[in-house]
């Protein structure tokens, strides 16, 4: 049975680059009626961070690539679920002990005793020289005695991976095909810390292996560790699973996405408004690659379309205009409850709504959800969009707005706009544009028509010379703020 894993380690924010590489092997076990496990690294203890896990369920859970197995949070609490576990390397230490004794014991690993200085002084003398810093294997060669001598000093340790010399190491890659080299060009890498811990490479090999994973899917800046990693299988006897590294995403200018490029954190998008399956949709297609064109894509159509074999090997560009555009699309066909759930947070941040008008002025709200959904690419920009409905305060500035009212026509609009208005009991969206129409039916002669009825309409009632549909507006509005509005401009109308 196909088994992949998911397999961060507990640093902050969730990266929408780890978020793919999730997304990938979610997709790979769905499509293959196999297991998605989520594991903890956490053996760095220097790197952790408070709150992460939960950041990182979240994550996962909001935008559902939900694991088989490994870290769940039920009620506020982790909790660790499936057959392999423990699921968080740093309850496995017994675990780890037990293999690297093996290593030990059949001189396939040894312990160094290098200090912190030593080993600088040895980079520093390598780079110096124009050499690949590596570990000269200095404590390769302790006696026993040796050895058991600085032990029982006290002295410091790691234990290190013992590299045969002159040995091909080789493996094969989804994504890149055939690898291999030499040990020669490899490094003595610790496994053991000196607290104990593993290191993640070691901690890696003996977690994938015992819990029978199949397919390791992750981000090519591990392909480097990967010999290491593959060396190791070979010390233990142990099948190597499938190795399929993803390339990098990239900003703009081809380097690695970064943050000073823009969010990058899954978080920062949800936050901004973005949806859940927009953003899933849209990193799906970050380096892998459908048959055909389509690109819009729910997840049970990505499980279904899913093959490694499309899998990009070079970086793919995170272009955030089409996440916009993807965005969009998805706010597009959102039901318009859903629409108008997204949205309301912002507006209630922005001041425009009170948490209590979701349920007094449910329906009221989702005519404005509706009146906003075509202009946004993500919730965040609903305040913007919705300025001119919730600020009915403005002052007219803009000289070509300025100009427009200044002409002919507009007192006489203006007055029948307050007549009519004036007369109606309520406006809604038609009865708003048939008002329109009939204005314009009985102003034929002042010529009051097409843009000289729309446009000097539209900013005497908004401020603004563009925006959605006139009439929406309108019955958004209602009677009232609409004369109230027409009554604010009256002194610039007729002067
Ligand atoms: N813990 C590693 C990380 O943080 C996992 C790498 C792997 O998938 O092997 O990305």
Redesign the pocket.
């Known amino acids: 049975m196909i088994r992949d894993?998911?397999?961060?380690?507990p640093?902050g924010n969730v990266h929408v680059g780890?978020l793919r590489?999730a997304l990938y092997n979610y997709l790979f076990a769905k499509k293959n009626n196999g297991k998605f496990l989520l594991r903890l690294?956490d053996t760095d203890r220097t790197r952790y961070e408070e709150g992460a896990v939960e950041n990182l369920l979240n994550a996962l859970m909001v935008t559902g690539v939900v694991p088989d197995e490994g870290l769940f949070e039920e009620e506020g609490s982790i909790v660790q679920k499936g057959d392999f576990g423990p699921y968080i390397q740093s309850e496995r230490l017994d675990i780890y002990q037990k293999y690297i004794k093996q290593l030990l014991d059949n001189g396939q690993a040894y312990y160094c005793f290098c200090s912190k200085e030593r080993l600088d002084e040895v980079r520093d003398k390598q780079k110096a020289a124009g050499e690949t810093p590596r570990y000269d294997g200095h404590c390769r060669h302790l006696t026993q005695e040796e050895i058991q001598a600085k032990i029982d000093a006290g002295e410091p340790y790691v234990i290190r991976l013992k590299l045969p010399v002159d040995h091909l190491v080789a493996f094969d890659d989804a994504v890149r095909g055939r690898i291999e080299i030499n040990t020669k060009d490899l490094d003595d890498q610790v496994l053991i810390k000196t607290d104990g811990f593993p290191t993640?490479h070691f901690a890696?090999v003996i977690d994938?292996h015992l819990m029978g994973i199949t397919h390791?899917?992750?981000?090519e800046?591990?392909l480097p560790?990967t010999p290491k990693?593959v060396y190791l299988y070979e010390c233990f006897g142990w099948e190597q699973p499938q190795y399929v590294h993803l390339s990098n995403i990239l900003n703009d200018d081809h380097k690695k996405l970064s943050k000073r490029q823009g969010d990058v954190s899954v978080g920062d998008f949800l936050k901004k408004g973005y949806l859940p399956e927009a953003l899933i949709n849209f990193l799906a297609l970050l380096g892998w690659s459908p048959e055909d064109d389509q690109e819009i894509f729910s997840m049970d159509e990505l499980i279904e379309a899913f093959d490694l074999s499309r899998i990009n090997k070079s970086g793919a560009v995170f272009d955030r205009s089409k996440l916009d555009w993807m965005n969009a699309h998805y706010i597009k066909e959102l039901p318009v409850e859903k629409l108008t759930a997204h949205m309301a947070p912002f507006l209630i941040e922005a001041g425009y709504i009170t948490e209590a008008d979701l349920e007094a002025r449910g329906p009221w709200l989702d005519k404005v959800a509706e009146l906003l959904r075509d202009r946004l690419s993500y919730f965040a920009q609903a305040p913007q969009e919705a300025k001119m409905l919730f600020e009915g305060d403005f002052e007219i500035t803009d000289e070509e707005s300025l100009a427009l009212l200044k002409e002919e026509a507009v007192p006489v609009l203006y007055d029948a706009l307050v007549e009519k208005l004036s007369a109606m009991d309520s406006v809604d969206s038609a009865s708003a544009q048939a008002m329109l129409k009939e204005i314009q039916k009985e102003h034929k002669a002042e010529k009051i028509k097409g843009k000289m009825l729309y446009m000097p309409t539209r900013i005497m009632l908004t401020g603004e010379m563009h925006g959605p549909d006139l009439a929406l507006i309108m019955e958004v509005l209602g009677k009232e703020e609409l004369l109230r509005r027409l009554d604010r401009v009256r002194s610039l109308i007729h002067q």
């Open positions: 894993r998911f397999a961060p380690s640093t780890s590489t690294e993640y890696v994938d390791v899917i992750r981000g800046e591990w560790s990693h």
